[in-house]
């Protein structure tokens, strides 16, 4: 974010080309090494940096500065547009860092916000519409009935018409109804996020292509001035 006067060239060595984030981390938007170059943006526009730069390995750096420059560029326009073709290249894999950062993991996101209450209402909710939880339903249910029908015909706990077996069938359903509804608020939650994660998604990726849109506008300007410059020489 310093205000620079000049352009590097990397005549040996390596840079690496990085930012931060929001969220505090450092995003390596990328290395370079011997003959490419940064920092030619606040030569083009007079802003302010926008990433740091910071050698990953011994390397010599030869200074140009905005005088040189723009003689440099006035005497070889042709330079200009291979500049241009290596800037837009480097904005297209910085567009597409931008879009692999802008990309979250809705269950991750989900399962950091997990109580231990949410957890097993999904466990509960999960089970309660399987096939699991029907046939062992159905083979519970018969060996009740087989139990108090047959095994203690004359000392049976609950005899037809099964009151008890009733009661604790309306009581899970009563149980599990909130316990389902519960779970199917945590879906929608989880639905809402995904359409927020998206339109993150969407909102970075049209910042970016705006960016590089208004850098090759500056550098076409540029270019075309220097073309100019050099056809009235």
Request: hydrophobic share 45%.
């Amino acid at each position: 974010g310093d205000a620079g006067d000049a352009m590097y060239l990397i005549e040996h060595g390596k840079v690496r080309i990085c930012m931060q984030a929001i969220d505090g981390h450092e995003v390596t938007l990328t290395e370079l090494g011997r003959g490419d170059f940064f920092g030619e943006m606040v030569l083009l526009d007079g802003q302010r940096r926008s990433a740091d730069a910071v050698v990953a390995e011994d390397a010599r750096l030869a200074l140009l500065s905005r005088e040189h420059f723009l003689s440099f560029m006035r005497s070889n326009p042709d330079v200009a547009l291979e500049m241009l073709t290596a800037l837009a290249n480097r904005l297209r894999r910085t567009d597409e860092l931008l879009r692999h950062r802008a990309t979250r993991n809705v269950n991750v996101e989900e399962r950091a916000q997990f109580t231990l209450a949410d957890r097993a209402a999904d466990i509960i909710a999960e089970f309660g519409g399987s096939w699991k939880f029907i046939i062992s339903a159905v083979l519970f249910f018969n060996l009740w009935v087989l139990i108090n029908t047959w095994l203690l015909a004359d000392s049976a706990f609950d005899t037809y018409p099964y009151l008890l077996l009733s009661t604790a069938i309306n009581m899970l359903a009563v149980l599990q109804a909130p316990i389902i509804l519960m779970s199917q608020n945590r879906q929608s939650h989880k639905d809402r996020l995904r359409s927020e994660i998206d339109y993150q998604i969407n909102l970075k990726n049209e910042l970016a292509l705006n960016e590089i849109i208004q850098r090759l506008k500056t550098l076409e300007r540029e270019y075309l001035r220097l073309a100019s410059e050099k056809q009235r020489e």
